[in-house]
């Protein structure tokens, strides 16, 4: 009597693997399939025949404890490990996972983790060992677990890649594409690859990726050999074992169930839980970091669904590019197709292929199709070489509550969350809108960025409309059941997070960015409690810096917190306080700076003036203008900065134009060292020219004093004052290279520029325009 087991040696995510596999299984009509994967979620096959599980998917298996230990088993349609639970389960036959239970897998790398910790504790007492060589050299040729495991790993310096060159390919990509996937040979595929196989790890060394990845490898083949042992103890007659191709030859040899046994003896072992999540193919791609990826999804789903139809691939795959580039307006008429076409047959031809594969096919398009153009091509590979699809999942499969939260609201509030990215724009004056925002603030605040605000909208607060930016991803999910120790809805997850973020907080400025924050969220607690960190915080502390940073936050939410209908008066204590204690001290603070911190304070000071402005406060606006003052006419700031404030005050018609012109004289005078001049000028003109060119008074001085400065200080300040300049817009530096070539013919100062302009004025042509003005003014005349 012959063998009862069947090995078919599979590449994960090949439809050519699944499509053979189930010829196979028609042939073979298995009574028991063991398929490798993690026997910790066998209770998830139940959902097998669920209509709402819809791959791509993958099984999350995470430990009870610590859910920074998990593991993803992605599976798409054309997957030969998901066709062959999908057969199994549909004839009601016994199907078992046979890898190495993620319980002891897990266990193993806590303890790993555990002893890597210990030894890097132990090198920082003692930096260098003994002998001089470095610690843990042993561990380099390690690759590091990846938190997304897969029924097939791939292999640094991929074998395949061996075979491919013999046969006179490039990579063993395109060589396993053309002679498994883009075909279909039934049961005999799988002995030319167990035969395959077999040779390459008799070249290979086992410890290639080095001895813990070698180990943990033996104890995985080790377990599966002991789960094939009991499945024929079990009297099964016809036993489909579905593994990765690298694991044949191992699960065929001579080991004895005696040191298989040996082994696995004395475990460690975790709880762990299980449960189905939505995948999508961008995250199938190796791309995305998966172990196991493919490069695309999109085209393999293609091969699936065509079948064995060689003839129809290339024309179903070119009609799919037509209609996406014509859904982008770009050309592509039935002429391109017909010779795109014609050019991926002959290179196939050329090339010795049965038929074209996708690197003919994007070859044709990009000559034919593209004109030789990259951006249509990166268009085609996002959309469908790789592919937008996401997987759905059932409501029933295992879910914390924080997620069935989650669930319930984007229902209600009619967010279905998609693979794609897309815009949403929300009217916050609408109910459903405003809790829209409320639920993408708030799952930001639990480190779930499924929406992120459009650069325009985090610069423009004034205003009812919010845009954002959404795109879920597979990830999510991991992160939602760590956040769910925080608590079992969004709004209370998100609260507890904050309230235990702000006990390590002591950044005024991050306190009052908070503050926006969960004002935006709408949770009054946190609003509370941050608020009140903000305030004790700032009662403690005498750093101006720090006091002035925190401001404008707060004038945002003070100023337009009535379009986010948000009760933002308990904020005008703390924000008047901080404006006023801010004031007191910034004198103090600008003064013994270097170069680099005046700048940066610069920052922080027009910031500030801003946020005084937009308060409107009769007694803050006071003493921040006083504070302004005292930097501006005193002796002890830095000139970059008494700059700046004396221009702030010019702006807010505090001084006058005499007045500025009195500071410019001053500051600018031949007592005055010139690099401390260029850095006043610098500041004063605050990358804005206006003042330059409106200004009658300031000209004439800033010419005044550079004509004046010797060769040797002209050649020090030159960099700073080009610096100055390259800040104007262009229209502005050529409005101020006019006006200096005006000046240059004998006049200086504004005069000369006003009578140049009355000399060059013609009255009867000025008069031409006059009835055409009217009638787009709409002025009688």
């Known amino acids: 009597m012959g063998s009862p087991l069947h090995y078919f040696g599979i590449r994960h995510h090949g439809p050519g693997c ?21 026997p910790d979620a066998e209770g998830l096959l139940s959902f097998m025949a669920h209509a709402d599980l819809r791959p791509p998917v993958a099984m999350l298996i995470h430990a009870g404890e610590d859910t920074g230990l998990a593991a993803f088993y992605p599976f798409a349609e054309f997957s030969p490990e998901w066709q062959a639970l999908q057969w199994g389960v549909s004839r009601n036959l016994p199907v078992r996972f046979i890898d190495l239970p993620q319980s002891h897998r897990m266990a193993i790398e806590q303890a790993a983790r555990a002893a890597d910790e210990a030894e890097a504790a132990k090198a920082q007492e003692a930096p260098e060992a003994e002998s001089g060589e470095p610690l843990g050299d042993d561990e380099q040729d390690e690759a590091p677990a990846s938190s997304e495991e897969a029924p097939l790993q791939q292999i640094p310096d991929d074998p395949f890649d061996w075979l491919a060159h013999a046969a006179g390919y490039a990579d063993g990509e395109s060589w396993w594409n053309h002679m498994v996937e883009e075909r279909g040979d039934g049961e005999d595929l799988f002995g030319a690859i167990a035969e395959a196989m077999t040779a390459v790890r008799a070249e290979t060394p086992e410890d290639r990726r080095g001895p813990r990845a070698a180990k943990r490898e033996q104890l995985r083949e080790a377990f599966m050999r002991q789960s094939i042992r009991e499945a024929v103890k079990a009297g099964h007659q016809r036993i489909a074992v579905v593994c990765g191709a690298w694991h044949v030859p191992a699960l065929q040899g001579a080991a004895t169930a005696k040191a298989d046994a040996a082994l696995l003896k004395g475990l460690p072992k975790l709880k762990v839980l299980a449960t189905w999540v939505p995948w999508t193919y961008r995250h199938l791609t190796s791309a995305s970091g998966y172990g196991a990826g493919i490069d695309s999804p999109g085209w393999y789903e293609h091969l699936w669904l065509q079948g064995q139809q060689v003839a129809g691939r290339s024309t179903g795959w070119l009609a799919r590019v037509a209609r996406l580039l014509r859904e982008h307006d770009l050309d592509c008429s039935s002429a391109h197709l017909i010779e795109a076409t014609r050019l991926a047959d002959t290179l196939a031809a050329l090339r010795e292929r049965p038929a074209p594969g996708l690197p003919e096919l994007d070859e044709a398009v990009r000559s034919v199709i593209c004109m030789g153009e990259q951006a249509p091509l990166t268009l085609i590979r996002e959309r469908l070489t790789v592919g937008d699809r996401m997987g759905q999942v059932p409501a029933e499969v295992p879910t914390v509550p924080l997620q069935r939260d989650i669930e319930q609201q984007q229902k209600s509030l009619r967010l279905k969350p998609e693979a794609t990215a897309r815009t949403l724009d929300l009217d916050l004056r609408q109910p459903n809108d405003l809790a829209r925002s409320h639920l993408l603030h708030r799952l930001r605040l639990l480190d ?40 079992a809805t969004v709004a209370h997850a998100a609260t507890s997070r904050v309230m235990e973020q702000l006990a390590g907080e002591s950044s005024l400025t991050a306190l009052a960015e ?11 607690a946190a609003v509370q409690a941050v608020t009140r960190a903000l305030e004790d915080r700032a009662a403690l502390t005498g750093d101006a810096v720090q006091l002035i940073g925190a401001v404008p936050p707060l004038a945002n939410v003070f100023r337009y917190g009535s379009v986010r209908q948000t009760d933002s008066a308990l904020l005008s204590h703390v924000l008047d306080s901080l404006i006023v204690r801010g004031a007191i001290g910034l004198p103090i603070a600008c003064g013994a700076l270097d170069a680099e911190a005046a700048e940066s304070l610069r920052t922080s000071l027009i910031a500030a003036h801003d946020a005084v402005r937009l308060r409107d406060g009769e007694e803050t606006t006071a003493a921040w203008r006083g504070a302004l003052r005292s930097i501006a006419f005193g002796e002890s700031a830095a000139p970059l900065l008494r700059g700046v404030a004396c221009r702030l005050l010019l702006d807010d018609a505090q001084i006058d134009s005499e007045g500025a012109s009195q500071q410019l004289a001053r500051n600018l005078s031949a007592g005055a060292p010139p690099t401390e001049a260029a850095a006043w000028l610098e500041g004063f003109l605050n990358r804005n020219a206006m003042v330059l060119l409106h200004d009658e008074a300031v000209w004439p001085l800033v010419d005044g004093w550079l004509s004046a400065l010797g060769e040797e200080h002209f050649l020090q300040v030159l960099p700073l004052v080009r610096r100055s300049f390259a800040d104007f817009s262009g229209a502005d530096r050529r409005a101020l290279g006019e006006r200096a070539k005006r000046g240059a013919t004998g006049a200086t100062g504004g005069t000369a520029a006003v009578a140049t302009a009355a000399a060059d004025w013609d009255e009867s042509r000025a008069v031409l325009a006059l009835p055409l003005l009217r009638e787009l003014l709409g002025v009688k005349a």
């Open 514 to 524: 908070q503050v926006d924050t969960v004002l935006l969220a709408d949770l009054p």
């Open 448 to 487: 779930l960025p499924w929406g992120a605000p459009t650069a325009g909208q985090r610069s423009s607060r004034g205003t009812f409309h919010e845009v954002w930016q959404l795109q879920w991803q597979p990830e999510f999910a991991l992160r939602i059941i760590e956040a769910s120790r925080f608590g």
């Open 18 to 38: 699944a499509r053979s596999l189930l010829r196979a299984f028609e042939s073979l009509q298995p009574d028991c399939i063991l398929v490798e994967g993690p």
